[in-house]
């Protein structure tokens, strides 16, 4: 059985919720929305009585395929009228990418790990 706690789906999800942010303020709604509908996915996921092991897995290969390949969002930068702004925000998009890469990586592993 595996050893996936809420919290660690909830801290997943709160990932999410930040790059989505942090992509919409950069003038980036199509991207931003997609990651609040992980979002979405992976509350919803946290909020079930019985956990979906299968339906984790899925969230997280969708995600991890934003990364991966051609996607424009691998080499996006994200802009805003003030001066100065799109280097702090770039900046920061890629602190919660980084964030959430480490979280998923983190699921992934603990989706593997078997109960004694």
């Known amino acids: 059985m595996q050893k996936i706690e809420k919290w660690r789906i909830q801290e997943m999800a ?7 942010d942090v992509l919409k303020q950069g ?14 996915e992976a509350q ?3 909020q079930k009585s019985e956990f979906d092991l299968e ?3 899925r969230l997280i290969s969708n995600i ?9 969002l691998i080499n996006i930068e994200l802009t805003q009228d003030y001066p100065g702004s799109s280097e702090r925000l770039n900046k920061e998009l890629k602190e919660e990418r980084l ?10 592993h603990k989706a593997k790990e078997l109960i004694n």
């Not at 003038?27 to 979405?40: I, M, T, Y």
């Not at 991890?64 to 424009?72: A, D, M, P, R, V």
């Open 99 to 108: 964030h959430l890469q480490h979280t998923l990586a983190d699921l992934e």
């Open 64 to 72: 991890k395929g934003c990364f991966k390949g051609t996607s424009s």
């Open 44 to 46: 919803k996921i946290a």
């Open 14 to 20: 709160t990932a999410l919720g930040r790059f989505a």
């Open 55 to 57: 339906a984790l897995k």
């Open 27 to 40: 003038e980036n709604r199509e991207w931003g929305n997609v990651f609040s509908h992980f979002q979405h």
